[in-house]
């Protein structure tokens, strides 16, 4: 069973930064990539940001500039350090997981429970 654990969601104000953690646990084979999406109210989830195990990083385009995607391979985490906050970037941030926990599987999807982003003055 894959578990994904996220912390570092909270109220901050605009202009403010924050750092989004996600830990993978659980018997997990291979890892393609680790990242983050998000989903505010009314709208759909979004990819926020992904890296794969290659080192290769995915930004949506607001977020360029100002988020920082990292991963730590040997400890199966994914870090995403955010800057310059604005209030649209309110939202539920979910860690994804693309990863296979057998040698025959397929890649899947893990997703987390989600951490809550508030930026407001």
């Known amino acids: 069973q894959v578990q994904l654990v996220e912390s570092g969601g909270g109220l901050v104000q605009p202009g403010g930064s924050l750092r989004l953690s996600c830990e993978a646990s659980?018997?997990?084979?291979?890892?393609?990539?680790m990242g983050w999406y998000r989903q505010a109210p009314g709208k759909q989830r979004e990819l926020v940001a992904s890296?794969?195990?290659?080192?290769?990083?995915n930004y949506v385009d607001s977020a360029k500039g100002r988020f920082t995607i990292s991963r730590d391979n040997a400890k199966s985490t994914v870090n995403l350090q955010m800057n310059s906050l604005k209030p649209e970037d309110t939202a539920v941030y979910h860690c994804?997981?693309?990863?296979?926990?057998?040698?025959?599987?397929?890649?899947?999807?893990?997703w987390g429970e989600g951490t809550l982003v508030t930026v407001s003055s």
């Open positions: 994804n997981l693309v990863a296979r926990i057998t040698a025959v599987q397929g890649w899947t999807n893990y």
């Open positions: 659980g018997s997990i084979f291979s890892i393609y990539s």
């Open positions: 890296v794969t195990s290659g080192g290769i990083a």
